[in-house]
């Protein structure tokens, strides 16, 4: 069974940082894709940054509005997806799930239960 | 950025009823765009990809269509389990973007 794991959200001030854990398991973690989302109190679906595959050099994608303060990166051998989240702003209050990409379609197939971030003084 | 805007906001239907979600595209995108359901405090789970494709373990009443800027997803039968919100995804290019979301709630 596929499952994805977040954990390290919390509490942080404005300018500060956190770190973000997604732990994979019941699949072979390094064929995929994998992403992050976010998603507001109330609000939509935001995606947030993207790192692929060993095959496809492990690069990444940021949204314009994370781009420069959080880098996603992934430990193929530890089955784990990070997201290093510095100078955090009171916006990027949300909770941030981990999503799979389908080998051969690239859509999300698997998403983690999500991690709440708060950013507040 | 390509923008995906969907009609309506918010849908008010019964169990039993035939309803149909629409996501309009800022440019054309081809098939890439996926529908996703959402509860509330729960993770989305992928119902629809390449437009209408229907994702394995999704019930049949589920059905997707369209391409280039307009797309819709269909649910024939309302059941208890389909209230919830809905939103729609392109993997066209970067961004990644989600349409706001349709709220369907039991009338």
């Known amino acids: 069974e596929v499952q994805l794991v977040e954990s390290g959200g919390g509490l942080v001030q404005p300018g500060g940082s956190l770190r973000l854990s997604c732990a994979a398991s019941?699949?072979?973690?390094?064929?995929?894709?994998m992403d992050w989302f976010r998603q507001a109190p109330g609000k939509g679906l935001e995606w947030v940054a993207r790192?692929?595959?060993?095959?496809?050099?492990?690069?990444?994608e940021y949204a314009a509005s994370v781009k420069g303060r959080f880098i996603i990166s992934r430990d193929d051998s530890k089955n784990s997806l990070y997201l290093q989240m510095n100078s955090l702003k009171t916006e990027d209050t949300a909770v941030y799930f981990c999503?799979?990409?389908?080998?051969?379609?690239?859509?999300?197939?698997?998403w983690g239960q999500g991690t709440l971030v708060t950013v507040s003084s | 950025d390509i923008q995906l805007t969907q009609s309506p906001s918010f849908l008010s239907a019964s169990v039993g009823d035939r309803v149909t979600f629409t996501c309009r595209a800022s440019q054309g995108i081809g098939i890439y765009l996926a529908w996703y359901q959402q509860k509330l405090g729960k993770a989305p789970k992928l119902l629809i990809y390449?437009?209408?494709t229907l994702q394995s373990g999704v019930p049949s009443r589920f059905s997707g269509s369209g391409s280039g800027t307009e797309f819709t997803l269909t649910i024939s039968s309302l059941q208890p389990e389909d209230f919830a919100t809905y939103y729609c995804q392109h993997l066209s290019s970067y961004p990644i973007t989600f349409g706001q979301g349709t709220r369907l709630e039991i009338k």
């Open positions: 790192s692929r595959n060993r095959a496809s050099s492990y690069t990444t």
């Open positions: 390449a437009a209408s």
């Open positions: 999503g799979r990409g389908n080998m051969a379609t690239r859509y999300f197939d698997n």
């Open positions: 019941g699949f072979t973690f390094s064929d995929h894709y």
